[in-house]
């Protein structure tokens, strides 16, 4: 099925105004943005508008009882200058994911996807053309509805929105093992990417940041002892020659990033599992020199390497290198831009002329 998305240009670009070399971080964003409108059930109006605020009345649902998801993804640049996707109808999935757990409705993947097409194909000159930089792309979803009481909203926006980001350099992190507070419990949310799991960890990253870390390792609600994911990445281990990342339990997010780094250790072969793993496990691993590498993946950052872990009175040593997760990183950003082949399938043009 095709879409009929209707474009209203912006009268000025503000593209004049962005410093190439000097992107500021999450501020600036392209002249135009994608929306849609759920109504009476269905997914209507398609469109492309300028950039700007968007009417919001004080009793929409999403501002008192959180209906909202998003996503996060980027368009790069090829080494031919054309705007290509990662994995985009990984990402559609993903919030339809988001979207049942939240009791919100599904959008169509080819329109989750044609509205990143046409968004991107119309922005493509505010991808950085720096190596390692790129266009992030936020689609999400919020109810609109005005309505005071505890129910599933009848009224959703769809919105993509793009900011241009420069280049990511991936340096080695410290994480700090969380034992107070916690991101997910089995039966919650953490499997989605709602906007309330985000919310639930600003306050422990600032205090684990003033400790002098970079980001929280969050731990199981439970015990507090099986490891979960970190901040907005997934995390990976390295012990005696064999990869683990915790098991996808319903607690983690399911990271695209996380899953084409499986495929690329796989293909690599390297053994890779996914299972429980204890914050236990770690510290002696790390102890009997088994410990080689562990390292985090996210759209965000592709990978960053883990060099040690703070909990409670101790500092576990991780690794001060990381050569496979090097070597996975350089892979997968070659495959984003083109330079490298893509076995899997994984990126998609942006321009219907040439798909
Ligand atoms: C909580 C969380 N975990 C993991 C990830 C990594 O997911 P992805 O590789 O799809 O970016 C993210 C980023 O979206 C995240 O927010």
Redesign the pocket.
């Known amino acids: 099925m095709s879409y009929n998305i209707s474009i209203n240009k912006a009268e000025k670009s503000n593209l004049d105004k962005l410093d190439f070399d000097n992107i500021p971080l999450g501020t600036s964003f392209t002249d135009h943005m994608f929306i849609c409108d759920y109504e009476n059930g269905e997914w209507v109006n398609p469109r492309i508008m300028p950039m700007g605020l968007i009417p919001t009345h004080p009793a929409a649902m999403a501002l008192h009882y959180g209906q909202a998801i998003f996503e996060?993804m980027k368009a790069y640049k090829n080494t031919g200058g054309e705007p290509m996707l990662f994995r985009p109808e990984q990402n559609a999935k993903r919030l339809n994911k988001s979207a049942d757990r939240m009791g919100m409705p599904n959008v169509p993947e080819e329109l989750f996807v044609e509205g990143l097409k046409e968004l991107v194909s119309l922005e493509h000159n505010w991808i950085p053309p720096q190596q390692g930089s790129a266009l992030y792309l936020r689609p999400f979803m919020y109810a609109d509805e005005p309505f005071i009481g505890m129910r599933a909203a009848t009224h959703y926006k769809f919105i993509i929105m793009a900011s241009p980001a420069g280049p990511f350099f991936s340096k080695r992190i410290k994480l700090w093992a969380e034992r107070q507070y916690i991101r997910a419990a089995h039966g919650g949310t953490g499997e989605a990417?709602a906007a309330g799991n985000y919310a639930a960890a600003i306050r422990p990253t600032e205090l684990a940041k003033a400790k002098g870390y970079d980001q929280v390792l969050w731990l199981d609600a439970a015990e507090h002892r099986y490891i979960q994911?970190v901040g907005?990445?997934?995390i990976f281990f390295k012990i005696d020659g064999e990869f683990i990342s915790p098991e996808l339990d319903g607690s983690v997010?399911h990271?695209?990033?996380?899953a084409s780094v499986i495929d690329l250790l796989r293909d690599m072969d390297y053994k890779v599992s996914e299972r429980k793993i204890t914050i236990d496990e770690i510290k002696e691993a790390s102890a009997n020199g088994t410990l080689e590498e562990a390292f985090g993946?996210?759209?965000a950052v592709g990978i960053a390497y883990i060099q040690e872990i703070g909990m409670d009175e101790e500092t576990i040593h991780v690794s001060d290198e990381s050569p496979v997760g090097l070597e996975v990183n350089n892979k997968l950003n070659a495959i984003k831009i083109g330079d490298h082949e893509d076995k899997f399938g994984w990126m998609l043009r942006t321009r219907k002329e040439l798909a």
């Open positions: 996060g990417k994911e907005t990445m997934n997010l990271g695209i990033t996380r993946t996210g759209t």
